[in-house]
């Protein structure tokens, strides 16, 4: 059964880094555009950014220039990786996988499969 699986979630402070993991598993990631979105609480479910199966790199104005995404080398996994970490960060984060060749509009339905989630907290 093809799933993606998150990992790298956490509490860590404002200004602060983490880097959450997608790992694919039955899913060969370098097949698929992999995206990541957020949720907080009472919030939608918002796009961060998607690495392209020609790994070329699209993110959100909230996040670009702070969250790099990137394969991890040598693995089926894609990372992400955040700095400068800001309270509004705080969310689920999810990694989601995409054949559509409208991936880039960042909307949750064009991805078809997802992964479980992974908090992450940024305190002051």
């Known amino acids: 059964q093809a799933q993606l699986v998150e990992s790298g979630g956490g509490l860590v402070q404002a200004g602060g880094s983490l880097r959450l993991s997608c790992v694919g598993s039955?899913?060969?990631?370098?097949?698929?555009?992999i995206g990541w979105f957020r949720q907080a609480p009472g919030k939608e479910r918002e796009f961060v950014g998607v690495?392209?199966?020609?790994?070329?790199?699209m993110y959100s104005d909230s996040v670009k220039g702070r969250f790099t995404i990137s394969r991890v080398s040598g693995k089926n996994a894609i990372s992400l990786q955040m700095n400068s970490l800001k309270l509004e960060d705080t969310a689920v984060y999810f990694c989601?996988?995409?054949?559509?060749?409208?991936?880039?509009?960042?909307?949750?339905?064009?991805?078809?499969?997802w992964g479980q989630g992974t908090q992450v907290t940024v305190s002051s």
């Open positions: 989601a996988a995409s054949t559509s060749v409208a991936y880039g509009n960042g909307l949750p339905l064009l991805y078809g499969y």
């Open positions: 690495l392209s199966r020609s790994q070329t790199t």
């Open positions: 039955s899913l060969p990631v370098r097949n698929y555009h």
